[in-house]
C-alpha cells in the first residue's frame, strides 16, 4: 500500500471541505463510476472525520433476483446464486491489512437496495429495472481529512499480486496524483425538475395509512413505514442537485455514485451499520420535528420532541428491534446502547438519534452483518417482516434504492453503510425519489399524506433554487 499526501493549497484557493470536494469529483467523473461519500457535518455529529472519493473501479459486481454478473477487466462472468454471498466471496479474495489511520483506504463502494433484504413476496412489475446490488471494488481512493485539511491518495496495487502488484500501486498512485492536479471540468448544466407525479393519489395513500392502522389494531404489527414515489423529467446534472442538497444540509451519511445509466443522490443522516475492528454499530433515527430560526424557540421544539410519548415509544421500539438484529451476530451480552434518545440537530430538522453497538462473533464477515439486519428497522417497522409484508401489499411499487444502504465494505474488513433516505436516482431522462413515515396506532391520514407531499416538494424546491 502506498500513500501520498497533496497540498490543498496548490490545488485549489478554498480548502473548505464542500469546495475541495466539488473540485476534486469534477476531476474524477472523467473515469467511470466516480463516487464520493461524504460527511461534511463531523463538526456537529458523531459520525465522520473523511470525505472518500475515488473512480474507475477494477471489479464491479452487479446482481438481480439470483442473477449476478461479475466485470474484471475484459472478462465477463454470470452466474446464478444468493447474490450476498457471492460478494462476501469477492471481499474476501481482495483481502488487505487494516490501515493504522484511515478507516478506508480500498475496497467495494455501492448500494444494495431495499428488496435485497429480508423474505417477502415478489417483488411487483414496474417501469424501473435496477441491480438489487451494485458495487465497484477500488484500489485506488482519495481522503480528505476534515480536521487537518489535507488529501491523502492510498493506492494498493489490487487485484495483482507480489512484485506485480507494488508496481500497479505506483502506477496508479502516479496517475491518480497527475489528475487531481487538472483543472476541473466544464462548468455542469442547471438541474432541472418537471411535474411531479405519485404513484399515490391523495385518497389511496390515506387508504394505505387506515390499512396499517387496522393491522395495528389487529395485533399483526406495532408499526409500519408508507411510502409514495415521485417521478418528474429531470435535466441538467445531477451532481449539482447533490451538491445543492448538501450544501443546504450537510449531513454524516450523504453521497453520490455515478454510473453511464444511473445517478445516485444521498442526503442520509442515518447509519445503518459501521464496523471496526471488533465493534460493530448502528444508529437509528426515529423522532423528527421541525427546526425553528431562534433559539427560543428551537429550545422548545427540542421539548417537545423529548417529551413527546408517541416519538418516545416508537423510538423504544426500534432501538429494541435494532438490540435483537445486532444479536444475531454478536457475542453474548455484547450488544448494548450506547446513547438513548440523544437529539441531533441540521438545518431544517431535529432527529432523535440513538447508538447501539457490539461485538460481532469469531469469523463473521461485514456481510454476514449486513444479512443479518438489512435493511434497517426505522424504515420498515415492528415485526421488521410483517411490516415489510404490509409493505409490499400497500405500495405499488418496488423501492429499489430507497431504504437499502449506500456506503463501503473495506477489503481490510471495516465497513461504513447509511440508510438511504433522502435519496433519489436520474434514470432515462426521469428523476425518482421516495417520501414517506412511520405508521401507527394514532397516526392522523390526512397528516401523514401532507407530510409526504412537504418532504417531496424539498426536491423541486432546491433544484430550482439557483444556487450557483
Known amino acids: 500500500m502506498l500513500t501520498k499526501k497533496i497540498d490543498i493549497k496548490s490545488l485549489t484557493k478554498d480548502d473548505s471541505i464542500l469546495s475541495i470536494s466539488d473540485h476534486l469529483f469534477s476531476i474524477l467523473s472523467e473515469l467511470p463510476q466516480p463516487f464520493i461519500l461524504e460527511s461534511p457535518a463531523s463538526e456537529d455529529h458523531k459520525s465522520g472525520k473523511f470525505t472518500f472519493m475515488g473512480a474507475d473501479p477494477f471489479l464491479t459486481i452487479e446482481a438481480t ?10 472478462q465477463r462472468e454470470e452466474l446464478a446464486g444468493d447474490p450476498l454471498t457471492a460478494f462476501n466471496d469477492m471481499l474476501t479474495r481482495f483481502r488487505e491489512k487494516t490501515h493504522p489511520e484511515y478507516p478506508f483506504s480500498s475496497g467495494a463502494v455501492g448500494y444494495i437496495a431495499y ?3 429480508e423474505p417477502i413476496p415478489a417483488r411487483k412489475k414496474d417501469e424501473l429495472s435496477l441491480p438489487d446490488l451494485r458495487f465497484g471494488f477500488y484500489d485506488t481512493v482519495l481522503l480528505y481529512d476534515h480536521q487537518k485539511k489535507q488529501l491523502t491518495i492510498v493506492s494498493t496495487g489490487q487485484p495483482e499480486k507480489g512484485v506485480k502488484k507494488k508496481k500497479r500501486a505506483k502506477e496508479r498512485l502516479d496517475q491518480f ?3 487531481v492536479s487538472k483543472n476541473p471540468g466544464p462548468k455542469e448544466d442547471e438541474p432541472k425538475i418537471g411535474v411531479l407525479k405519485s404513484n399515490f393519489s391523495r385518497d389511496d395513500y390515506i387508504k394505505g395509512v387506515e390499512r396499517i392502522k387496522e393491522y395495528i389494531t389487529e395485533g399483526d404489527i406495532y408499526q409500519a413505514n408508507l411510502s409514495q414515489r415521485f417521478k418528474a423529467p429531470f435535466s441538467g446534472s445531477p451532481y449539482l442537485l447533490y451538491k445543492r442538497f448538501r450544501d443546504l444540509n450537510p449531513v454524516s451519511f450523504g453521497g453520490y ?10 442526503n442520509s443522516p442515518e447509519r445503518f451499520l459501521s464496523l471496526r475492528g471488533s465493534k460493530l454499530e448502528s444508529r437509528p433515527i426515529k423522532g423528527t420535528i421541525k427546526r425553528e430560526k431562534g433559539a427560543i424557540e428551537n429550545y422548545l421544539q427540542i421539548r417537545a420532541l423529548k417529551s413527546s410519548k408517541k416519538e418516545t415509544a416508537e423510538h423504544i421500539m426500534i432501538v429494541d428491534m435494532v438490540r435483537n438484529d445486532l444479536g444475531r451476530v454478536c457475542r453474548y451480552g455484547t450488544v448494548k446502547v450506547d446513547e438513548l434518545m440523544k437529539v441531533e440537530s441540521y438545518s431544517n430538522l431535529h432527529h432523535t438519534v440513538s447508538t447501539v453497538s457490539g461485538e460481532p462473533g469469531k469469523g463473521l464477515t461485514p456481510v454476514d452483518c449486513i444479512r443479518a439486519a438489512f435493511p434497517g428497522g426505522s424504515i420498515t417497522g415492528a415485526p421488521k417482516i ?18 437499502g444502504s449506500i456506503g463501503y465494505i473495506g477489503f481490510d474488513g471495516n465497513m461504513d453503510l447509511n440508510i438511504a433516505i433522502r435519496t433519489a436516482f ?25 407530510e409526504t407531499l412537504l418532504k417531496g416538494d424539498i426536491f423541486k424546491e432546491i433544484a430550482e433554487s439557483n444556487k450557483e
Open 65 to 74: 433476483d439470483k442473477n449476478i454478473t461479475i466485470n474484471e477487466g475484459s
Open 115 to 117: 428488496e435485497a433484504g
Open 177 to 179: 496524483t497527475e489528475l
Open 257 to 266: 455514485l455515478g454510473y453511464d445509466d444511473l445517478s445516485i443522490i444521498c
Open 386 to 403: 410483517r411490516a415489510m409484508e404490509i409493505i409490499h401489499e400497500i405500495e405499488p411499487n418496488p423501492r429499489w434504492i430507497y431504504t
Open 426 to 450: 436520474v434514470k432515462d431522462g426521469s428523476i425518482y425519489f421516495s417520501a414517506g413515515g412511520g405508521i401507527v396506532a394514532d397516526s392522523d391520514p390526512a397528516a401523514e399524506y401532507d
